[in-house]
């Protein structure tokens, strides 16, 4: 969707938003042991800087490692454009899940010698939470906005395609 630089980065900090304060209510949530409204606040704290550090591993490993994934998966001039996102969404999940939750085990769970086990537990937690929101909220929401944000620029691609 995105086709510049600048509708790129756009792009990338609204899906960072959606998916940091997604993924940092849900662990509030698991750690208060159920839903707060506090909660919603809380995730806030954390919201700027984790945002800084899924930018950072997206653009550097997961955002490459998921394109590459997803291209042995689909064919853009054969498969249907959901599909597509889809895949993308999915492959950028497989990857960035464990990079965040290695991220996150590392900055706020003192894991000591146990790093590999708490990690992996964290990826489990984690992981389902994170493709259901990419696939069925982040996702379509970000999109919605990215195109509100950009109508004319879209507009006129469109119109300059033809």
């Not at 506090?38 to 653009?59: G, R, S, T």
């Not at 010698?113 to 259901?132: D, G, H, R, S, Y």
Request: aromatic share 8%.
């Amino acid at each position: 969707m995105p086709k510049t630089k600048m509708q790129h980065m756009v792009f990338a900090i609204l899906m960072a938003i959606a998916m940091v304060y997604a993924m940092e209510t849900y662990h509030l949530a698991l750690q208060m042991g159920g839903m707060r409204n506090q909660i919603f606040l809380l995730a806030l704290k954390d919201l700027p800087a984790m945002c800084l550090v899924v930018m950072i591993l997206e653009k550097t490993i997961g955002g490459p490692v998921a394109r590459k994934l997803a291209a042995r998966i689909v064919n853009p001039e054969q498969d249907k454009p959901i599909f597509i996102i889809l895949v993308n969404a999915a492959c950028m999940v497989c990857i960035m899940c464990p990079l965040m939750s290695l991220v996150t085990t590392l900055l706020f769970q003192s894991p000591g010698k146990e790093i590999i086990a708490i990690c992996l537990e964290t990826v489990a937690k984690n992981f389902p939470m994170a493709l259901c929101w990419q696939i069925f909220f982040a996702g379509p929401i970000v999109r919605f906005l990215f195109r509100i944000i950009f109508k004319k620029q879209l507009q006129d691609a469109v119109f300059i395609d033809r």
